[in-house]
């Protein structure tokens, strides 16, 4: 099969064609419960496009809208192809069918990331893994919005599904006109003929849908009108005035609501309770007890009249609150345990090149260095919310979540019915950066719901449960040694990390029936520290899955974001050690690396490297690849009362085809602004077993008046996309760190910076 060409056999009636990227049995779309619902005679042409008598064209959409803007992106490539204005699309939530499953979780396995591969030399194998993995996910059903990975899963499928639609246009006009199908021309959504025949897509929607579109090819580059140009956001109008409905703006008739109050100590479960008085209190109505769903800590839950009665009551309640067996979780003993790991723990490697004791035996210098990474919480700005009916046999979810499928399965063993008679609306999602990757709050929310009498009820984690009870990004220490040979060169490169493996938890918490009895080697713990660029000769890393028993999960950018500050502050001490600038010593290990080394000098050079700063600034430099994507950031950094403060960052990225440069400049914008607050102030501590910051006060935000000014420059490229939404996390923490260091001539191996230097 040629990537650019797919042949599709049509089938007369309307939405007898699926496509994807696997080689799927054809079937009716009539009673499918995944494929596009109809009405005021809309016309599907497949399982992806449907159009209105209008000439309205609406995308079926399996990606969440959590400010990435993939409701917009993924129509762009459906534009593209029909020949449409943007503004002219509409999404639609996709149904649980297959075909709109994607591989962003089950890749989390693989030694290397299939859907971002595209090197000449690794090309074949990325695209082996894309077809078998891609299956995998079709067939289990798997839809996850995660891993950078919303518009790189689409690209080929959502293209291919327009131009298969515009192909049957084409033909019914051909057919109706008597016409040679290649003198016709699309022009927004009309059909014409320089005969002066013309018809619009609603015109021809219904001849379409028995016309089979034959040869299907997609269109070159250079005929792209739509892909690689800035274009409006289709949500921001809806964003600005209002009317966007987010997770807690849904209001079902009769709504009731419900807070949660979960035992303060991780794992451990209420005693002794006493509602009484707390159900005695105006607007309270029912507490409902839950237990640890879905990896959650159990505690209760209060039934109101409105959310603010209902948390009042909740904590009205009076609760002995039991401990999790054996000794309380401290995260100073767990950070202890992990050095103690690395030292002795056995790891598994990763990745191995040369022989890295034989260049440290005869090395005239060894440089060595700890490096630590705290627990991090999401802190979404819209806390986890559920709205849930059970009734009649049925239930019903209003899920601000990444895995609709997951949380509906997960409703469905909650309330003992089964999948089909489960029904998920995905309202936009208040940020959700991996913590919406979980199922719990759907969970407690349905089993609240199964208390109610029928009527709906908003489940609302107030933002100190929010809080405490996360799944953290998990804590790492790395100990990374570097020996230095006789000529003053580096010979070898030695990591090796500890920390809690995510992807096993994960699979336990959300796809049991896929969780397996021994964990696995977890790469996403890795990632990032396995997979440099650079070319040490001599190079080992290997890494230590750990099990604290801390609930652990997704974080924007997984493993990048601790191991890219791990290797990339590394890296400058390796070039302090051998007296050479930071960016020239990393252009010298990049000569097999030339897309990183583009990527490189681009924001070198626009950030002005080597030239002169005004007193008291200095410039740090860092590189990473993730998601298929590389990312360099330069970061002009001062002091202000002894706090940093990061003035400028100049960001290049390389992200494959940018289908909108407006919302990668957008992502790179919001992911320095994220990336930030973590490296400045994040950070979690636990005492005791009971986490220590409780709401923003205690982990504060980057503010808007502290914000740097974030120039973004794109390499041109024709590569497949990459992601775009995590990548420009992972090197923002080491650029500060290396410019504090060039500032002031301290190292910071601690985050958050500023917490430990040395």
Not at 671 to 695: E, K
Not at 711 to 720: A, F, G, L
Request: with cysteine; net charge neutral; aromatic share 6%.
């Amino acid at each position: 099969m040629k990537r650019r060409t797919l042949l599709l056999a049509g089938t007369a009636g309307a939405g007898a064609l699926l496509v994807g990227w696997l080689a799927l049995p054809q079937r009716s779309r009539l009673g499918s419960p995944g494929l596009l619902a109809l009405r005021d005679g809309e016309i599907a042409l497949n399982g992806w496009i449907k159009i209105g008598q209008d000439g309205r064209v609406t995308l079926a959409m399996p990606r969440s809208e959590m400010g990435q803007g993939v409701h917009t992106a993924l129509p762009m490539l459906a534009a593209e192809e029909l020949d449409v204005p943007v503004a002219a699309m509409r999404t639609e939530q996709a149904g649980p069918d297959a075909i709109y499953g994607n591989v962003a979780m089950l890749v989390a396995g693989l030694p290397f990331h299939p859907l971002a591969d595209e090197s000449e030399d690794g090309f074949g194998r990325a695209k082996a893994a894309r077809w078998v993995v891609g299956k995998a996910a079709r067939e289990l059903g798997i839809n996850a919005t995660g891993g950078s990975s919303s518009v790189m899963d689409a690209w080929e499928v959502v293209r291919t599904a327009a131009a298969t639609a515009r192909a049957s246009l084409l033909g019914a006009a051909a057919l109706r006109w008597k016409l040679p199908v290649d003198e016709l021309t699309v022009r927004e959504g009309v059909v014409s003929h320089p005969s002066g025949q013309s018809a619009t897509y609603g015109e021809l929607a219904r001849f379409a849908a028995a016309t089979p579109p034959g040869t299907v090819t997609l269109k070159e580059p250079k005929a792209w009108t739509v892909i690689g140009r800035p274009a409006p956001r289709l949500d921001v109008a809806a964003k600005v005035d209002g009317s966007a409905r987010f997770g807690l703006d849904v209001r079902p008739e009769g709504l009731r609501y419900a807070a949660v109050r979960l035992c303060p100590i991780l794992g451990g479960a209420p005693g002794r309770v006493d509602a009484a008085a707390a159900l005695a209190l105006p607007g309270a109505e029912r507490l409902v007890m839950l237990p640890a769903y879905a990896g959650s800590t159990a505690g209760f839950a209060v039934i109101g009249r409105t959310s603010w009665h209902a948390m009042r009551a909740a904590q009205a309640v009076q609760v002995d609150w039991q401990p999790r067996p054996g000794p309380p979780l401290d995260s100073v003993a767990i950070a202890a345990s992990l050095e103690s790991q690395v030292r002795t723990g056995q790891g598994h490697a990763f990745h191995v090149r040369g022989d890295v004791e034989a260049a440290e035996k005869q090395a005239v210098r060894v440089v060595e260095a700890w490096y630590h990474a705290p627990y991090l919480a999401h802190a979404t700005l819209e806390p986890m919310n559920c709205t849930a009916r059970v009734a009649a046999g049925r239930v019903e979810i209003w899920a601000p979540t990444q895995v609709p499928m997951m949380a509906r399965d997960a409703a469905a063993r909650v309330a003992g019915v089964r999948v089909e008679d489960v029904t998920v609306h995905v309202p936009f999602l208040g940020g959700g950066f991996g913590r919406r990757l979980e199922v719990d709050y759907v969970t407690q929310a349905v089993r609240v719901a199964m208390d109610a009498g029928g009527a709906p009820v908003q489940l609302v984690w107030p933002r100190e449960e929010d809080a405490t009870h996360d799944f953290y990004r998990p804590m790492h220490v790395a100990m990374l040694r570097a020996a230095v040979d006789a000529e003053g060169r580096i010979a070898s490169l030695r990591i090796k990390s500890a920390g809690d493996a995510i992807t096993p938890r994960w699979f336990q918490r959300a796809m049991p029936s896929l969780a397996g009895r021994i964990d696995l080697p977890d790469k996403t713990t890795a990632e990032g520290l396995f997979d440099l660029p650079y070319g040490f000769a001599n190079q080992r890393m290997e890494h230590v899955a750990t099990l604290s028993g801390v609930p652990v999960g997704f974080w924007r950018s997984v493993g990048h974001s601790h191991d890219a500050f791990f290797s990339e502050c590394f890296i400058d001490e390796l070039a302090a050690a051998v007296g050479q600038d930071p960016m020239a010593f990393r252009q010298a290990l990049l000569k097999g690396a030339p897309r990183h080394q583009a990527v490189l000098e681009l924001a070198a050079r626009q950030a002005g490297w080597g030239t002169a700063l005004p007193a008291g600034r200095a410039r740090g430099i860092a590189l990473h690849e993730s998601f298929g994507s590389v990312v360099a950031q330069v970061a002009e950094v001062s002091l202000e009362q002894g706090l940093p403060r990061v003035h400028r960052v100049v960001c290049a990225i390389d992200c494959g085809t940018a289908v909108n440069p407006g919302i990668v400049a957008q992502q790179i914008e919001g992911a320095v602004v994220f990336g930030l607050t973590a490296a400045l102030h994040g950070r979690v501590d636990i005492r005791n077993g009971a986490v220590r910051q409780r709401n923003f006060p205690d982990a504060p935000l980057l503010t808007l008046a502290r914000s740097p000014n974030v120039e973004t420059w794109i390499v041109p490229s024709q590569r497949p996309p990459g992601g775009v939404g995590e990548p420009g996390v992972p090197p923002i923490a080491p650029a500060v760190a290396n410019a504090l260091h060039a500032l002031t001539g301290r190292r910071s191996r601690s985050l958050p910076l500023g917490q430990g230097t040395s």
